[in-house]
């Protein structure tokens, strides 16, 4: 027998058992995620698999050109590759044309795993070594092997070359690429990410996320049931389990997360493989990434029927999250860690009673009086004693109104001082444009936004509801408001109890009456200003041009921060994370000023009550703080006074 | 603590917010719990003197205790217009209790501040005013250790013989948050109270209680320091003394008059 018969042979051998145990790693990890929760399971997603992969995949991955191309390279040369190795060497296919582009396949392949092997040379901190270190190589051999093993079949040298010293060479390297390629996909390797990836994309909690859709509110839970949020693994849904397992450790979420840059003790990624470790049980000793801050890698262990909080992950992890988003917006594989951590912090809440810093107080105080400080809630409109609202009701002798174009939202700003001064703005504003608006008045309660994100789905529920009912008493066309947390639970979140709203954030009501003239802006304002993106309009809502558009309307050109539109960096106020103060090394609102002062404005233009209070709570001298509405009431040309002289000529 | 042969029963009653009014776990009766809860842990009893109210905020304020970690909630239930003293002694009297704990003073209602008290008289018991913590229980000697909350942050340490009535102070440890799926999940044990018709409330009318007027301090400080002095320093009753004698007395109220400017 010739070293080439008894390669063909041998592979036909080697690949079959490869892929039989591939198989029953397969069906192992399936099990392991059909531990979860039912859920819906989406099938015709499987359908558009390589369309998301190329497509909505990509779409991430290419914010890293260089990353983008390496894994096009690769991935397609592997995927490609494996194919053909199956058709030539297990069914037997001697096609010639098969032969050549398998050729071409592992060429392909091979040229990306150096440029993978280039860029682990000196991976940055994101990256996780490890196993992930062993990987360029593994794609290198299994690349070549199969690349040189060809190269006869072709012709281009003649068989049996190398004799049976590269036919040992060869199976060797066969044997390991193989062994990472194939089997370490299913049995816990790096290329778990390409198995668990590719059926995550197609099953995905989140279908509308593809094709540039977006789905970024939390999801409901049943009041009712047995057990409410996440305790142990198994509580995740399944889907949610399998996500955790599409984690390729890229760590791009963990380069954005805020508070891991601030030193608070969370690092999205460890969070995602600390989910797998639970579910597939085990501990964290080999871990190979940057660990939370301030905590050892190593010392905590979990298990799919194991509590995750305090054994696997300390619940100051779960706490430290402003859920900015930053992390779900940069992973490549549209894992979703803050439906994950809300899912814990909700058991931790609403089982346990355990959330920490002033939750507590907070939560009794939207119970007792539906604003998170406990304030008199018939002082809600105390601020606009001077400003003769229009108050939505059926009490005619107060001149309530039942019916207006314009629901104008006012939010918790009400309480506080410095926001007042926004909402007077937008007042103003409205008036100018002669919007006919209206408010709720005392009838408005705090949105559930912060409830539900400290976990209290309970008294997110009953707000949620309670503004329902209240609102659906009215009619208007639009919902305005300038809380861009208000904003999200109204449009996104309020659907699921039957609250239908055509909502705007000020910004993008106001760029419309700009656009229609209906507002004129002094143009000729020439000020070193910078805008910051409130995660919840940005992030969460896409909304990055309409404050962009008004700025520019009053002549301003913005100095964009390095980190702006859908990479902005939170100013820490969202999630309650005000609230639960977890310490860190450096407050998040100080590294936020701090990429605003590296743009030399003297402006920080902001669009959120939250942003507003966060950034001007960062120490003098520092850049001013101000809302758009604040800035566009200062570039207001009222005409109002050339009108009246118009009519009296 | 180990008191696993303790038996303590806590009284909690259905409180206000004090501006939206709404009903809500009442702060003494929560920090009653809490410290009972530390005392004995799951074996403390906690006794509700009515009825399960249909109105759902009602039943949310109750079951907010449920939510700090409680099973059940026991209802001893009677009619509106029964003294609830009288019963809830009743009913005691048949348990036995070691240590009974209420808060100072109900957040509604007549919050007279008198039931701890009158409870004290109906079963015999001795009675200790706003404990902050139960420090230690000799069970052998059946004697405990608590501290006792004054004014301005002082404590005293008493030595009380079992059983006792202790209402509990703001100062003692905040309550545990109280859980969702807790309340929702824990149990009423219904009883049904002895009848004991309060006869003197039925005559009485009530009206909305007024802020009583409260004397202006005047600050005469020049200095910052002196200000802060004034504004920390512990109100000194060193005017007070035991005057005899009528002559005496009438100088006393008219150099009283006089100081403040009244004549
Ligand atoms: S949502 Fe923001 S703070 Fe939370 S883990 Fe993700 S990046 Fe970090
Ligand atoms: S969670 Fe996503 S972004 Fe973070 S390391 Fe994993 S794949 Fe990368």
């Avoid at chain 1, 029927?305 to 549209?334: F, G, K, Q, Y």
């Amino acid at each position: 027998m010739s070293s080439s018969e008894f390669l063909s042979q041998f592979l036909f051998t080697l690949i079959s058992f490869a892929l039989l145990l591939t198989l029953v790693g397969a069906v192992k990890r399936m099990l392991l995620w059909s531990q979860g929760q039912s859920s819906t399971i989406h099938w015709l997603g499987l359908l558009q698999i390589p369309r998301r992969y190329l497509v909505d995949l990509h779409h991430v991955v290419a914010r890293d050109k260089y990353m983008s191309n390496t894994h096009v390279a690769t991935a397609g040369g592997f995927v490609l590759s494996s194919i053909l190795i199956i058709l030539l060497y297990v069914f037997q296919l001697k096609l010639q044309i098969l032969t050549w582009a398998l050729l071409g396949s592992s060429l392909l392949m091979f040229v990306g795993s150096i440029f993978v092997m280039i860029r682990r040379r000196n991976p940055p901190p994101n990256l996780s070594l490890g196993k992930w270190q062993r990987l360029p190589k593994s794609l290198m051999v299994f690349s070549l092997s199969f690349f040189i093993l060809t190269l006869p079949a072709t012709g281009i040298l003649p068989s049996d070359t190398g004799g049976w010293l590269l036919a040992v060479l060869l199976v060797a390297g066969i044997i390991w690429g193989i062994g990472e390629m194939f089997f370490g996909m299913t049995w816990g390797g790096p290329m778990k990410h390409a198995f668990a990836g590719a059926l995550h994309l197609g099953l995905h909690r989140r279908q509308e996320r593809f094709g540039d859709g977006q789905s970024t509110g939390l999801k409901a839970i049943d009041l009712s049931a047995k057990k409410l949020g996440v305790e142990k693994p198994i509580d995740f849904k399944w889907n949610q389990l399998l996500s955790f397992d599409a984690c390729v450790e890229c760590g791009r979420c963990e380069n954005n997360c805020p508070a891991f840059a601030a030193g608070q003790p969370l690092n999205p990624k460890k969070l995602i493989q600390d989910m797998v470790i639970g579910m597939a049980g085990g501990d964290d000793a080999k871990f190979a990434g940057s660990p939370y801050p301030g905590i050892k890698v190593g010392t905590h262990k979990g298990g799919a029927i194991i509590p995750i909080v305090n054994v696997l992950v300390e619940s100051e992890t779960l706490w430290s999250c402003t859920t900015c988003r930053a992390c779900v917006d940069a992973c490549p594989m549209m894992i979703e860690h803050v439906d994950a951590i809300v899912d814990m912090r909700r058991f931790e809440t609403m089982e346990k009673g355990q959330t920490p810093g002033k939750g507590s107080e907070i939560l009794e105080n939207l119970s007792a009086t539906d604003n998170p400080n406990g304030f008199d809630p018939s002082s809600r409109m105390n601020w606009a004693a001077d400003q003769n609202l229009t108050v939505f009701g059926h009490d005619e002798k107060k001149q309530e109104v039942t019916e207006a174009d314009v629901l104008l939202w006012i939010g918790d700003a009400a309480f506080d001082m410095r926001n007042q001064r926004t909402l007077r703005a937008i007042i103003k504003l409205l008036r100018a444009a002669d919007v006919n608006f209206a408010v709720l008045g005392d009838a408005e309660f705090d949105s559930g936004d912060l409830a539900r994100r400290l976990g209290d789905e309970a008294t997110f529920q009953r707000l949620a509801t309670s503004n329902i009912s209240t609102m659906n008493k009215y009619q208007f066309k639009t919902i305005v408001t300038a809380d861009p947390h208000a904003f999200h639970c109204i449009k996104n979140e309020y659907v699921e109890f039957g609250g239908n709203y055509n909502v705007m954030h000020h910004t993008g009501f106001f760029a419309e009456l700009v656009n229609q003239q209906k507002l004129k802006l002094d143009n000729s304002k020439e000020l070193a200003l910078t805008y910051h993106d409130p995660c919840y309009l940005g992030r969460y809502n896409g909304e990055y041009d309409a404050p962009r558009f008004l700025l520019e309307s009053m002549g301003v050109k913005i100095k964009e921060m390095d980190r702006s539109k859908s990479t902005a960096r939170c100013c820490g106020g969202g999630g309650g994370a005000p609230v639960t103060d977890i310490p860190g090394k450096q407050r998040i609102p100080d590294m936020r000023m701090a990429d605003v002062v590296e743009t030399k404005a003297e402006i920080v233009a902001v669009a959120c009550p939250q942003c507003n209070l966060m950034l001007e709570g960062v120490v003098e001298p520092r850049p001013e703080v101000k809302d758009i509405a604040e800035l566009m009431l200062d570039a207001l040309i009222d005409d109002v006074v050339e009108d009246m002289v118009g009519a009296q000529v | 603590m180990s008191n696993n042969n303790l038996s303590v029963i806590s009284l909690v009653s259905i409180g206000e917010h004090p501006t939206s009014r709404r009903p809500r776990r009442a702060e003494q009766d929560a920090r009653a719990i809490e410290l009972g809860i530390k005392l004995v842990g799951d074996n403390l009893q906690t006794l509700h003197a009515g009825e399960l109210s249909d109105d759902a905020s009602q039943q949310t304020a109750l079951r907010s205790y449920l939510g700090m970690g409680l099973t059940e909630i026991n209802l001893l239930e009677m009619p509106e217009n029964a003294d609830a003293v009288l019963v809830i002694a009743e009913h005691l009297k048949q348990k036995n209790p070691d240590i009974i704990l209420t808060g100072v003073r109900a957040e509604n209602g007549e919050s007279s501040g008198m039931l701890p008290y009158l409870l004290a008289e109906q079963l015999d018991m001795a009675m200790v005013t706003s404990i902050a913590e139960i420090l230690s229980i000799d069970e052998v000697n059946k004697q405990a250790e608590v501290l006792q909350a004054l004014p301005r942050g002082q404590r005293r340490k008493l030595k009380v013989d079992l059983p006792f009535i202790a209402s509990v102070d703001m100062a003692a440890a905040l309550p545990r948050q109280s859980a969702f799926g807790p309340a929702m999940r824990g149990q009423f044990e219904a009883t049904l109270g002895a009848t004991f018709t309060d006869e003197e409330s039925s005559d009485w009318q009530i009206v909305d209680a007024k802020k009583r007027p409260k004397r202006l301090k005047i600050i005469k400080a020049k200095t910052a320091a002196d200000r802060f002095k004034a504004a920390t320093a512990k109100a000194s009753g060193g005017g007070g003394k035991v005057v005899h004698g009528v002559e005496e007395s009438a100088q006393a109220i008219l150099d009283l008059l006089v100081e403040e400017g009244l004549v």
